[in-house]
């Protein structure tokens, strides 16, 4: 049976590490000789548990990441949470089941990583639960304060519209408020595209005013949520740029639609490109 090699940060030199802001939270936890540990949260996303290797590189393969209780809360050492981290080369990472992780730390509790590497090899990973509370405390404050979502889905929206219909809905508000408060925080979105479009059904003048109608309310409300005017360009197309067949329902149902596209500067600053804002 092959021996495991533990790596852990001793208590004297170990240290938790918290950065942030509306585009992203970490909590990031050197472990000595090893690599790192740490919990993010990103707009729109579960949090995330990653170990970072130095050394250690492996693909497809899975470790178990555990909350452990120490021995002298209950005799042992228990596990009071598990997830699997998928390996992806130097990184393992899972987005299942997190939030005990994140509790642990304001109960003071450890977490524990056990690999089994492809060359047979293994390895426990421990962090060191010393001034945790106060980290976790500011991660849980800077998660209240994301965006709604990220760049990634706020730089291409098509928003759906009924037959003959302009009226903006739940789904379409909770969107543009998205949209809305990425461009307030994000300086480098130098203008908003809003292109109406219609399916084929009925008059092709009507469909054209209809379209236009569609951007309209979309654009309307973008500068009602505080999107200044001057960043807006508004086009309407009618029927000439369908993305699907009209000849069938769905197809029609996509093409009734009004796009959204937020479009940055050509110049972002070194700053803007390492964010979460340029992610």
Known sequence: MALTTNYQTPLEQAQWQFSGDVFG???????????????????????ALILAADWLSM??????????????????S??????????????ASSKQSIAPFLEALEQGLKWEVSINSTDGSQYRVDSTPVATRAVANNFRLC???????????VRRLDLLFD?????????????????SRYIEADSTIAEV????????????????????????????????????????????????????????????????????????????TASSLTSGASQ
Not at 59 to 76: G, L
Not at 143 to 153: D, G, I, M, T
Request: charged residues 20%; glycine residues 6%; proline residues 4%.
């Open 25 to 47: 939270c970490v909590i990031t936890h050197n472990v000595q000789s090893f690599g790192s540990l740490s919990l993010t949260a990103q707009p729109g996303e579960p949090l």
């Open 59 to 76: 693909n497809n393969t899975h470790s178990q990441a555990s909350v452990v209780s120490p021995a002298w809360k209950n005799h042992t």
């Open 78 to 91: 228990q596990r009071e949470a598990t997830t699997s981290l998928k390996w992806q080369g130097n990184q």
């Open 143 to 153: 998660r209240q304060k994301l965006l709604p979502k990220p760049f990634s889905y």
């Open 163 to 179: 037959t003959s219909s302009s009226h903006l809905n739940t789904v379409h508000s909770k969107d543009l408020v998205a949209v």
């Open 193 to 268: 595209l809003i292109d109406g479009h219609a399916d084929a059904s009925g008059n092709r003048i009507a469909n054209l005013v209809l379209s236009k109608e569609r951007a309209d309310e979309v654009a309307s409300m973008l500068i009602e949520l505080g999107v200044p005017a001057r960043m807006i360009q508004v086009r309407h197309h009618g029927t000439r740029a369908p993305i699907a067949a009209n000849n069938n329902q769905q197809g029609r149902e996509l093409n009734r639609r009004v796009s959204i596209r937020l479009v940055k500067t050509s110049a972002q």
